[in-house]
């Protein structure tokens, strides 16, 4: 009897216990939303700033410019001005320059819940993960699957390091391959028209190791390069005018670097997976998150890759543990949305690129890059190029200086001589933002129907 009594009781605390608890889960869980506790102003504060009204022209941000009373107020896009950015610069310059990639900004806006993050006070603290490494074992996960995904590298038994950006990533693959013993510095060359910031950060930290040696065209029939140790860096699809690349040089001296910013389907045709020894990414031109400063190697000698390790413990003891959860977060949206945010990029930038060749093709005082088409693996189709930047020559023999003449149509560009090339080009980037390419746009085509210049149409 008494057995039984006190197996009761225990019941009747079991189903008590069971009652309190599922209340407990009730009372903290309403509506499929769990209620917030210290999350909550962060939360609040962040959605309170991304609803301040901008005209469509602007953005306030949480740590933007402030006026009294705490007051954020909006960032605005080139040419607009004003409390809520409404308001119009008529005479304002259009900025073509730089490759700030907020043409992706729309598609964010329109997938804040999956890219969303909220960070605990104390979230990983540490210098390295669990006491080891600088860098993220499950972002590195989420960067092969986003690979598998896209079919533009192999990551299958490779060695992923990251960095603050590419730039760095670059700098540390350079490092990486010149050789510890030698009486002569390794050549890096790289073929004209190349990206600038590969012979500014190379001469910058010229050392007994390598040296920049200029256009790799001007090395390729020299009869001492193959007993000369050679970095050639490739960037493909190119920077500035968007060409798929591949290496000059070849041999036993010869280490490549592949620099695959570029190589995502918004931007080019993707005819293979990339097999290379060392390729490089960044997230700036995948997901548009420049500041964000994060960027990748892909690296097949394990060689190369803790000599690379070493470099980036030496240089920064690693990337920041923010970004590289940041990067976490907006890869997996990525991955969620499947290819949500390839068709969005790629059809932003392919009607750029279509009213731009429209607009340039009422005269012929200009011409663009040829954009032949390829098949791509991704689209399953045959596509044309659909390039970050263009590639502009001034066609006019008194048009010596191309970047003068579109200056003085209100139109700011890069100089064709910063990337190898003549100063008859000029760099046109169409990865800002709307207004920005709307107002190159308005600017290119009163240049030339305004003009003096002959008219094919």
């Known amino acids: ?163 603050a950006g590419s730039t760095q990533v670059l700098s540390a693959a350079v490092f990486a391959l010149s050789p510890e013993n030698n009486s002569s510095p390794a050549k890096v060359v790289t073929s004209v028209p190349y990206y600038p910031v590969d012979k500014q950060q190379t001469q910058y930290f010229s050392s007994q190791k390598f040296k920049y040696e200029g256009d790799a065209y001007r090395w390729n029939n020299r009869s001492d390069c193959s007993s000369t140790n050679m970095i050639e860096i490739v960037t493909s699809p190119n920077n500035p005018d968007g060409q798929l690349k591949k290496a000059i040089f070849h041999g036993p001296n010869v280490k490549t670097i592949y620099d695959h910013a570029y190589y995502w389907p918004h931007f080019t045709p993707i005819p293979a997976p990339s097999d290379e020894d060392v390729m490089v990414f960044t997230l700036s031109k995948l997901t548009g998150h420049a500041g964000t400063r994060l960027g990748w190697a892909v690296i097949k000698d394990e060689t190369v890759f803790n000599r690379m390790m070493i470099h980036m413990r030496m240089n920064s003891m690693g990337v920041s543990k923010d970004a590289q959860l940041r990067a976490f977060k907006l890869l997996n949206a990525v991955l969620e949305e499947g290819t949500g945010i390839f068709d969005f990029a790629y059809q932003t930038m392919k009607s750029r690129w279509e009213r731009l060749v429209q607009t340039v093709s009422l005269s012929n005082r200009f011409s663009l890059q040829e954009n032949n088409p390829q098949y791509c693996t991704f689209y399953n189709k045959v596509r044309q190029l659909s390039p970050a930047y263009a590639w502009l020559k001034c066609e006019r023999e008194e048009d010596k200086d191309c970047y003068a003449v579109l200056e003085a149509a209100n139109i700011i560009g890069r100089q064709g001589n910063l990337f190898g090339a003549e100063d008859g080009y000029v760099r046109l980037s169409l990865v800002r933002t709307q207004d920005d390419f709307d107002i190159l746009i308005e600017r290119l085509h009163k240049l030339i129907t305004e003009g003096d210049g002959d008219k094919t149409m």
């Open 1 to 163: 009897m008494m057995k039984s009594i006190v197996s009761s009781k225990y019941l009747a605390c079991l189903v008590g216990s069971i009652i309190l608890n599922l209340l407990f889960i009730i009372n903290i869980y309403v509506g499929g939303q769990w209620k917030l506790s210290w999350s909550l102003g962060a939360a609040i504060e962040a959605e309170t700033v991304a609803a301040i009204y901008c005209s469509g022209h602007g953005r306030a941000y949480l740590d933007g410019l402030v006026v009294v009373g705490n007051k954020l107020v909006c960032d605005c896009n080139t040419c607009f001005t004003g409390p809520d950015c409404s308001q119009f610069i008529p005479h304002c310059t259009a900025n073509a320059d730089g490759g700030d990639p907020l043409f992706l900004e729309p598609f964010w806006m329109q997938h804040l819940a999956s890219s969303a993050l909220v960070v605990a006070g104390w979230h990983q603290m540490s210098y390295t993960y669990g006491g080891k490494s600088f860098f993220s074992k499950e972002l590195a996960k989420v960067v092969r699957k986003v690979h598998a995904s896209v079919g533009n590298a192999v990551t299958q038994n490779r060695f992923i390091i990251f960095g």
